[in-house]
């Protein structure tokens, strides 16, 4: 089959818009959404902007910061830094980190890693191996948030990349709605407001869905790390993925769909709920809507 725009043989198939790409229309289009995204989320600030991109060697956020850098080289009021947090999760999260360290020593970005057992004094394998019952990621989710939050306030940062696809995003809309969850909903990533201690997070790959990612990375010869966290298997999110990549097979596009309904009902979510409260948690002190953050209360 060839290319829906020249000629040349081509190696993808969007099923939602019908286009056949070939490896370079495929790129055009994979940046050209990455560039609206970044004009919709980013406020460029007057006196410059830093943003920091968290980066854990997997392909999504690998892509997200080559993109970024791509992007804003050349600009001299756009600062790149990337961090990579630690969870502790052995044989996963080391490959992760040295693919993390060699990326960013290829494209000149500063780099730092944050840890949890520097922060928590504990690892998730250690919290695994404490408490067997509980879901891994329900534990390890705000911890990271956390640490995410610490680690571009101490980089000064305007803004946090994260390397959300099309797919991850969509699915945590429907896990909103499953859960009925409408605070979470109205306060989901790309942030347009700053709240107190707490920074904005982007996502430029929000409207990529995960096969371009992959593509993506391979035709730019980006190295990512395709190791899975062995505890991703008792993860919810895994009943969500099956049901959207049903409804991505019979309805082609549902993904974006989903997407979209999710920014049309934002300003009216946000209308009805008003702004977030942001206490200080009192015991650690760090930015939550509780008394006590989410990770003090289950330590
Ligand atoms: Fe943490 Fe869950 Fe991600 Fe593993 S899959 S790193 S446990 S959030
Ligand atoms: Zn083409």
Redesign the pocket.
Known sequence: MKCSRCNIEAVYEAKYSGEMLCGKHLEESVEKRIKKEIREQVQFQEGGTRIAVAISGGKDSSVTLYALNSIFKDRKDVQISAFTID?G?KGYRDSGLENSATLCMELGIPHSVISFSDMFETT?DQVVKDKPDVI??SR??PM?RQLMNIESSNLNADYVALGINLDDYSQSILMNVARGDVDRMARMAPHHSKKDGLTRRILPLRRIPEKEVVLYALLKGIKFDSSW?P??AK?QRNTFREILETLEERTPGASFSILRFADGIRPALEYAIGPANVNRCKICGQPTSREICTTCSAS
């Open positions: 969870e999760i998730m891994p990621c390890c989710g990271r966290c505890y991703y993860a």
